[in-house]
């Protein structure tokens, strides 16, 4: 997928958190809110930060701080968790995701703490873009899924709309382009079906249509999408996003060699970002005018717009500055002028090699803290573990020790009984002294019978107490070998593999899981009160023995986002809150 359609599937992720750009509406919440005090003016404050957002941010990060500070006042938490939203948008427009990411978190879990469902879907929503743009695009997905499922709470279809736009924008950065239709027709008929839902929604999504079309190179296609959205978001007076459609046009036009129609969009695209104030969009299409111009053959115009759009240098990333170094050498060579044409290359080369080297720094940096949290994680386990284990032999010896010491107490109290009563019988008939000496003689050796009795108890006790003590030490070792990829679970596992085809194989399959994990189904039937179906019987096995996505979907027939609605489904059933905490009970049982 090219940079330019990853940039503006980016940029409809940005704009579908915009909930109104009318300045008669701004204009009107600027005049209520001297009007208002506590948590109106709060909520008002809130409102008005969302309408300045795109176009002069200084002022809406100011009015979030104020709506914080004023929410603290009154202890208004809903009031906060919104301003804190709108400050994450912010920093997310100003490519700050740290601290965008930091202050939606702290939105989410005061949400999550206080049951605000409204706050929970919104910062679920901007996290969205956050991960889009961190190419992380698992969690944007599972983001998103929670959105859904939090806007449904809450009865607000306008947020699950928007949501289902995330999940089609993710596919498309995917290039799977069947399943973000899919999505955005399936957006599109809620939209349609429910009045409430904004009509910007509409325009958002024959955007994303457009896209699609131009990334199957289907241009015709793309521009009666494009031209339907324009419609929609001219009616609604919504410039930021009129000048994106406008740009799109004109891309489209470019790319169907239609220079003049191209020029047309291009003219009106670049006169609305400049009213707007975006540098960088400005540099964007000034970036596009070179290109239709080198198309074109018209090398020095294309020089004019590449190096007034490198005016802007302060506004651009290092992508973009590397297309246009790259542009510019290309008209330059074309021109015959070698020496600029090698300087702007050299540039260009430059800027690629710092942007693959900064990838891959990233890359590492992720690798790494994922290899210290899973090697920290192991060895908390293994630490917890080797404590049960511990903690099992104390238990078992000091039981033991108790059963040994109420034994000899027992023997005791009945050897000094025993004791005491044939001294009362001497005292009482001492008369026959050799029938008393004999009744002591038989006396004594009923007592050492008794006490050899006694030794072979206690002999036998302590020897099932090494037994027990064996066992444990079996059991150690087993937990290791397992531990270690032991022969007999990566045997269990390779079965496993042939063992989940069919209601028939499903048998097989269970008798080799229940080997190594027995009573696993019935346990979690009984810890989350719930009755399982056969199919979530073998997608929890499935998870147990830490299958992949794709390995499930290949051994249960189905497609991977199947599987990751069943896991979603099952997630919902057993009670958990995300996918992690599933699979971490699913680990520590049995």
């Known amino acids: 997928m090219s940079r330019t359609t990853i940039y503006w599937i980016i940029v409809f992720s940005f704009l579908s958190l915009n909930l109104f750009s009318q300045q008669a509406r701004i204009d009107s919440i600027r005049r209520q809110i001297p009007l208002l005090d506590g948590n109106e003016k709060i909520d008002a404050i809130n409102d008005l930060t969302r309408g300045l957002m795109y176009n002069t941010p200084d002022e809406a990060m100011d009015l979030s701080t104020q709506a914080i500070q004023l929410s603290d006042e009154v202890g208004y938490s809903e009031g906060k968790v919104m301003a804190w939203i709108n400050q994450g948008v912010i920093f997310n427009l100003r490519s700050s995701f740290q601290e965008a990411k930091d202050v939606l978190n702290q939105a989410k879990k005061i949400s999550?703490?206080?049951?605000?469902?409204?706050?929970?879907?919104?910062?679920?929503?901007?996290?969205?873009?956050?991960?889009?743009?961190?190419?992380?695009?698992?969690?944007?997905?599972?983001?998103?899924?929670?959105?859904?499922?939090?806007?449904?709470?809450?009865?607000?279809?306008?947020?699950?709309?928007?949501?289902?736009?995330?999940?089609?924008?993710?596919?498309?950065?995917?290039?799977?382009?069947?399943?973000?239709?899919?999505?955005?027709?399936?957006?599109?008929?809620?939209?349609?079906?429910?009045?409430?839902?904004?009509?910007?929604?509409?325009?958002?999504?024959?955007?994303?249509?457009?896209?699609?079309?131009?990334?199957?190179?289907?241009?015709?296609?793309?521009?009666?999408?494009?031209?339907?959205?324009?419609?929609?978001?001219?009616?609604?007076?919504?410039?930021?996003?009129?000048?994106?459609?406008?740009?799109?046009?004109?891309?489209?036009?470019?790319?169907?060699?239609?220079?003049?129609?191209?020029?047309k969009y291009y003219d009106r695209a670049e006169q609305l970002w400049t009213e707007l104030n975006n540098q960088r969009s400005q540099a964007v299409v000034l970036k596009n005018r070179g290109e239709l111009m080198i198309d074109d053959s018209n090398f020095r115009s294309a020089i004019t717009y590449l190096n007034r759009g490198l005016e802007k240098k302060t506004f651009l990333d290092d992508a973009l500055l590397s297309e246009m170094y790259a542009l510019l050498s290309k008209a330059y060579e074309s021109l015959l002028n070698y020496d600029n044409a090698l300087k702007y290359y050299k540039l260009h080369v430059a800027l690629k090699d710092s942007i693959s080297i900064k990838t891959n720094q990233r890359n590492n940096e992720r690798m790494t803290k994922e290899f210290e949290f899973e090697k920290m994680k192991s060895d908390k386990e293994i630490e917890l573990q080797q404590l049960e284990i511990e903690n099992l032999k104390i238990s078992q010896s000091r039981q033991v020790i108790l059963v040994v010491s109420v034994i000899l107490l027992v023997v005791a109290f009945w050897a000094m009984w025993n004791r005491n009563k044939l001294k009362t019988k001497l005292l009482i008939k001492g008369k026959d002294q050799l029938i008393a000496q004999q009744e002591m003689t038989l006396k004594l050796l009923d007592y050492e019978s008794e006490k050899e009795r006694l030794a072979n108890y206690t002999e036998e006790l302590l020897s099932k107490n090494e037994s027990l003590e064996k066992r444990a030490g079996e059991l150690e070792i087993k937990i290791d070998e397992e531990q270690s990829n032991a022969p007999d679970i990566n045997s269990l596992i390779e079965k496993m593999h042939n063992a989940v085809r069919g209601d028939r194989d499903w048998t097989a399959f269970v008798l080799y899981f229940e080997a190594v994990f027995p009573q696993f189904f019935s346990l979690i039937e009984t810890d989350k009160q719930v009755k399982l179906s056969t199919n979530e019987q073998r997608l929890l096995a499935l998870l147990k023995i830490n299958l992949s996505n794709k390995e499930i979907a290949a051994l249960l027939n189905i497609s991977s986002d199947s599987v990751i609605r069943a896991k979603y489904r099952l997630k919902q059933k057993l009670g958990f809150q995300d996918a992690k905490e599933m699979l971490v009970f699913l680990s520590k049982l049995a």
């Not at 706050?119 to 859904?148: C, H, M, P, Q, T």
């Not at 995330?166 to 069947?178: F, H």
């Not at 199957?216 to 994106?244: I, P």
Request: no cysteine.
């Open 112 to 263: 999550q703490s206080i049951d605000f469902q409204y706050g929970l879907a919104y910062s679920n929503l901007s996290l969205v873009a956050i991960n889009i743009r961190e190419n992380n695009y698992d969690k944007a997905i599972e983001l998103s899924f929670d959105g859904i499922n939090a806007a449904r709470k809450i009865n607000n279809v306008d947020l699950e709309v928007s949501n289902l736009i995330n999940i089609a924008s993710v596919k498309q950065m995917l290039e799977d382009y069947t399943s973000a239709k899919t999505f955005l027709l399936e957006a599109r008929s809620l939209a349609e079906d429910n009045p409430e839902v904004s009509k910007i929604r509409i325009g958002q999504i024959n955007g994303n249509l457009g896209i699609i079309s131009a990334s199957k190179l289907d241009y015709g296609s793309a521009l009666e999408y494009f031209q339907k959205a324009l419609d929609t978001f001219e009616a609604l007076d919504s410039k930021a996003q009129v000048a994106n459609l406008v740009m799109n046009i004109g891309h489209a036009y470019a790319k169907l060699k239609d220079v003049p129609n191209a020029i």
